[in-house]
């Protein structure tokens, strides 16, 4: 069973621009949650999607939004990049169920450096 | 918000020496997890466990749900074993999975 998949894996951008990450559950999923990892401030929850309704959001300004797609594919995006969005970004899946549902499974991240 | 606090922050050991990490946590879970950070920064999830004990290998845990920790053993440490390693809370209301994280344990295992 393939695990998590995002890309692209490393990007640079410049100031002002956005980005967009895409990430591809593990086939079943339909939960994809979205962290920030910095030096400085570890990991932060970013937001959840289940059957593409956003359910969670965390602490972040507008400029980060996420959606999900009918196949559980899951994209966020960022605008109007800043210095401090330099982080790794990291999507994770769960599935559901008794048996498999509340373990989260993370992909290798996005590794965003930001100019 | 709930906290989470790990320790010790830095270790490092002789290959085939054991340890235990500690994650602290200031209420109530639904959910806790443990990962291990490689290199290339991908987070391996290791085990599921809000309460009780599990074993996998080398690796073992134990949360105490009533008295807020949780505890990972690594048994006869090896040199792949080094990165670092995060505990993953989501408190109440339930059904959240809005995983606080620890700041981590970062190991070193010297050959």
């Known amino acids: 069973k393939a695990g998590v998949t995002q890309t692209p894996r490393y990007l640079i951008k410049t100031r002002g621009q956005q980005v967009t990450l895409s990430c591809s559950p593990i086939?079943?999923?339909?939960?994809v949650s979205w962290y920030q990892q910095t030096p400085g401030q570890g990991l932060q929850f970013l937001f959840e999607?289940?059957?593409?309704?956003?359910?969670n959001k965390g602490n972040f300004p507008g400029r980060f939004s996420g959606r999900q797609f009918s196949n559980s594919r899951s994209e966020m995006n960022v605008s109007t990049l800043e210095l401090g969005d330099s982080a790794l970004y990291l999507c994770?899946?769960?599935?559901?169920?008794?048996?498999?549902?509340?373990?989260?499974?993370f992909g290798e991240g996005s590794w965003l450096t930001v100019v | 918000g709930i906290q989470v606090e790990q320790s010790p922050p830095d270790l490092i050991l002789q290959e085939g020496a054991n340890s235990t990490l500690r994650c602290n946590f200031s209420?109530?879970?639904?959910?806790l997890q443990w990962f291990h950070q490689n290199p290339w920064g991908q987070l391996i999830n290791l085990f599921y466990?809000?309460?009780g004990t599990k074993q996998n290998g080398r690796l073992s845990a134990t949360t105490v749900a009533t008295e807020r920790y949780s505890l990972l053993y690594i048994s006869s440490s090896q040199t792949t074993d080094s990165g670092v390693y995060f505990c993953?809370?989501?408190?109440?209301?339930?059904?959240?999975?809005?995983?606080?994280f620890g700041t981590g344990t970062r190991l070193k295992v010297l050959a």
């Open positions: 466990i809000p309460s």
């Open positions: 993953a809370v989501d408190g109440p209301p339930s059904g959240t999975y809005k995983y606080i």
């Open positions: 994770a899946s769960r599935g559901q169920g008794y048996l498999s549902g509340n373990t989260i499974y």
């Open positions: 209420d109530s879970v639904n959910n």
């Open positions: 086939s079943g999923h339909r939960s």
């Open positions: 999607y289940f059957s593409e309704t956003q359910r």
